[in-house]
């Protein structure tokens, strides 16, 4: 593995195009650390006039950005070599000045909704510049009934970097502490089972290892159950403390408002899921027959079914196929993919002390970047194609939204990613004659409903059980959750499933359920594309139109009408049914195929 300075220059990011060097950082945070303070100024002053709220609104959005910028250069910086103390510390350093900063500027939602509607609509008439923010003041306004008095507001902005603690204890348990067994591979050598190596654990030829390396890391979980069980009680007792105190109805109300996302949309999702779950079954069933085995143990979900294409692309060949996939977008999309290609957006490759996995990330104002490991898999291509998508996503909403708007939420984050895979994976299933290959692509389409709409689902309505039992007072031992998380695991997967003990502590190990209610976001993000990318796929009019002004909106308006803009309607369960119905004519054409 090669160490950061080895890495090929055109292999790597240009972080520069965000800020020049880390001379220049210090620069900037010596600057921002001595404006923030700045924020007392306006303090008991944005009722006087409509130019008060205005320039308070104002340096608002600029320290916002100074802050940005500071904290993804640290954190990108860092993620590149996670050995450089140095860079670790100046994210430190951001964090703690992102956090002073909501402390500083926590007085501005309270005294805004302290002025009267009728002076506020006066102040809106002004000639100011201050009608820029009337999209940002409706969004505050809608939260009046949940907004306490200065004081106490301050004192709960002061109060969140002290209830981070199961959080924290969870992400050093897992990341930093837990050690999990060594199992045997198949020439009898040793192997350390990681967070990192246990999706490939899971998908190899050998059941004996699968097993090994399933029965291996849940052991460890299962030690650590009741540990495990007060960190995550504790973070659904800091999510119910902070939905009362904001006087919501509910934890999942509270969450779900952040993101301007209806209740509703939640219940639909798991209704029409479970409705559909006997597809799932069906799913599940052909799984077990086409692995030939007696039981299908949840140790065999990940092997794939048909046996890998034998294929390894280049950097070259993915970025040709992911142009080549995404070309029903048309022209323009196509030219800032390939300028992300060529102007080094993206760091392609492992090394040393690198962090693992992919994303897309950057600051308004500069172009956005995309992490990746690429080690040339089919699915390495598909990652190139959804990282992408994020990073085109903000492209266009950078372009034609103010900084004030341009940052979307996280409702509809995953759309454009998604929509990106599902083209792809339309064009190659189009595109090959190999029926190899077409059982392989089909394997894989599969898998993403179930590891995605399924399974994301079936974690949504694991956490609302959660939050629901908090609130109420019961407790949340590991034996009550356990319990429930294995009915779930029964409900979804059905009869032809051996539903292991092991996995009743799965629940233990996704880090999402650390940031509550963000999960079911990929089941509905992932409708909505598989919905936006038929409609793209088929031509119909305007449904490129529209997707392009979905990409443009930022946040803009509320995620539900921005994805009105695509003929996509979240709030009754259409989507969900016709991404649902789609995974059904996908497993009939796999089930009609022979793979022999």
Known sequence: MKKRGEVDVKDTWKLEDMVPGDSQWEKLFEEASLEVKQYADFRGKLAESPDSLYQCLKFDDEMSRKIELLYVYARMRSDQDTAQQGYQDMFARAQSLSYKASEYSSFIVPEILSIPEETLDDFMKADNGISHFRRALEMILDKRRHTLSGEMEELLAQSYDATQGASQIFTMFNNADVKFPVITGENGEGIQITHGNYISLMENKDRRIRKDAFEGLYSVYAQYSNTLAAAFSSNVKQAVF?????????????????????????????????????????????????????????????????????????????????????????????????????????????????????YSWGTYGSHPYVLLNFHGTLNDVFTLAHEMGHSIHSWYSDKNQPFTYAGYKIFVAEVASTCNEALLIRHLLGKTEDKKEKAYLLNHFLESFRGTLFRQTMFAEFENMAHKKGAAGESLTAQNLCREYHQLNADYFGGEMTVDPQIDYEWERIPHFYTPFYVYQYATGFSAAVAISSRIMKGESGALEGYKKFLSGGCSMTPIDLLKLCGVDMSTTKPVDEALNFFGELLEEFEEMDHN
């Open 242 to 358: 902070y939905a009362k105190a904001k006087k919501y109805e509910s934890s999942r109300q509270y969450y779900l408002a952040e993101n301007e996302v209806p209740e509703l949309v939640y219940d639909n999702l798991v209704q029409a899921v479970r409705k559909n779950l006997p597809k799932l079954h069906r799913y599940t069933a052909l799984r077990k027959t086409r692995l030939g085995v007696d039981e299908l143990h949840m140790y065999d979900l990940y092997v794939p079914m048909v046996s890998e294409v034998d294929r390894h692309y280049t950097y070259e060949e993915a970025k040709a196929i992911v142009k080549e996939g995404l070309a029903p977008l048309g022209e323009e999309y196509l030219s800032v993919l390939q300028e992300g290609f060529d102007n080094r957006w993206i760091d392609v490759y492992e090394n040393e002390g690198k962090r693992s996995g992919a």
